[in-house]
Structures are given as C-alpha cells and as structure tokens.
C-alpha cells in the first residue's frame, strides 16, 4: 500500500485547511485510515481514523473533536482530513497511515505510513 498526503501549509488560528491521502496498491475499500501528527521533540500523536468498506466508524483525539473530519472519497481512493478552527497547537507533521480490517487508533494499529505533510498555525 502507498499513501501520499498533500494539503498542509501556513495558515493563522482560526482558519481552516484540508489534507489529502491518495491510496494505492490495495482495494480503496477494505482499508481503513488514520491521521497522525508529530510536533518537534513530541511524540507521533493519534488524530483520527476511520474505519473500512462502508462502515461509517470514526474515531478522533479529544483535542480536536468538534474540529476536525475524517472522510472517505472511494471514487478517487482518497481520504480526507478536514482541519477547522486551527489552533497554534495543531502544527505539526501530519501522516495519513492504513491497514487492512476494522478501524484503529494507535500507531501500532497501522503498518502502511506516508511520508506526512506539514500544517504550521500561526498565533
């Protein structure tokens, strides 16, 4: 599975942006995705997921719940991150990651990584 994320960039707090994962090498469908962060000298944090097929399962870090979207787009084998009311504190390096099956939520749960796009939220 490849995955190439795109989207991030500079915006000031309060705005919003939307990332993009292109998927390829497996069938769209019986993938579930997850986006990730890491900020410098952090820890690679959960941000949200969801889960295969057509189940409408998702999950999101209680940091950005009510902010943010996870969504899939099965007719271009995109997911999607849809980053609303941006705070300072959600710049980081952002990964989008899969894996075969049902929803996860930790970085152990995924074993398919993109190389990440960068989102910097100025104050």
């Not at 991030?8 to 998927?23: E, K, T, W």
């Not at 969504?71 to 999607?80: G, I, L, Y």
């Not at 099956?101 to 995924?110: A, L, Y």
């Amino acid at each position: 599975v490849q995955l190439q994320a795109c989207g991030g960039g500079l915006v000031q707090a309060g705005g919003s942006l939307r990332l993009s994962c292109a998927a390829s090498g497996s069938t769209f469908a019986d993938l579930a995705f997850g986006w990730f962060r890491q900020a410098p000298g952090k820890e690679r944090e959960f941000v949200a997921s969801v889960s295969w097929r057509w189940n409408r399962d998702s999950k999101y870090a209680d940091s950005v719940k009510g902010r943010f979207t996870i969504s899939r787009q099965p007719s271009k084998d995109t997911v999607h991150l849809q980053m609303n009311d941006l705070k300072p504190e959600d710049t980081g390096f952002y990964y989008c990651a899969a894996r075969t099956g049902r929803i996860g939520s930790t970085k152990n749960d995924f074993p398919y990584w993109g190389q990440g796009t960068q989102v910097t939220v100025s104050s």
